[in-house]
């Protein structure tokens, strides 16, 4: 009987590994193949559509992406140029100024007149060019109300008028497009 038992214990043995390798085999195909689960009543073409659609939407998407950092890429590049050629406009307004001052100083018979003939039409250039280029000045005059937005009290004297007005203006301030670029250097009258 122990020889029968024997072949039953192989038996059992080739049972068991028959069953696991199934179980193995199976599992890979459930992985190679994922199932797909289809709603009752959506036909394979329905099904085939929306796929389409699927595609039609992820390539409508990467083109928009690509689009968008294309806008981005070409918005940088106007940002750069913007700043490095910002001052292109007052430089062209400045160089005839320098043409005036340089013709100036050939000239060979220079009298007072003619210079100072040559310097004002040259202010005159460079005034039009501040003015082109919304560069103003702050010239406040004696007596206006100090405003520390504009103007830069660097001392303050005794003086018959109201305290913290202007006295004196000591050095010209300017804004350009509405910016304080430096501020007027003023002296202001004391409190009494």
Do not use: C, W
């Not at 005839?96 to 210079?115: A, F, N």
């Not at 303050?156 to 000591?170: D, H, S, Y």
């Amino acid at each position: 009987m122990q020889e029968q038992d024997k072949p039953v214990e192989n038996t059992e043995t080739i049972a068991t590994s028959i069953d696991i390798e199934a179980s193995s085999t199976s599992s890979e195909q459930n992985q190679a193949e994922p199932e797909v689960l289809m709603e009752p009543g959506v036909s394979a073409e329905t099904l085939a559509q929306l796929e389409a659609k699927v595609l039609e939407l992820q390539d409508a998407f990467m083109r928009a992406k690509a689009e968008g950092e294309n806008i981005r890429r070409r918005a940088q590049e106007d940002i750069s140029k913007a700043h490095k050629f910002a001052i292109e406009s007052f430089a062209e307004s400045l160089v005839p100024v320098k043409d005036s001052l340089e013709m100036g100083l050939k000239v060979e018979t220079q009298t007072v007149e003619s210079i100072k003939e040559g310097v004002e039409m040259t202010l005159k250039q460079l005034n039009s060019a501040f003015e082109k280029n919304r560069l103003l000045e702050i010239n406040p005059q004696q007596g206006d109300k100090l405003d520390p937005t504009k103007h830069q009290a660097v001392s303050m004297v005794p003086a018959e008028q109201e305290a913290n007005t202007i006295v004196a203006v000591l050095q010209k301030g300017y804004t350009i497009a509405d910016r304080l670029l430096r501020p007027a250097l003023v002296t202001v009258a004391q409190a009494k």
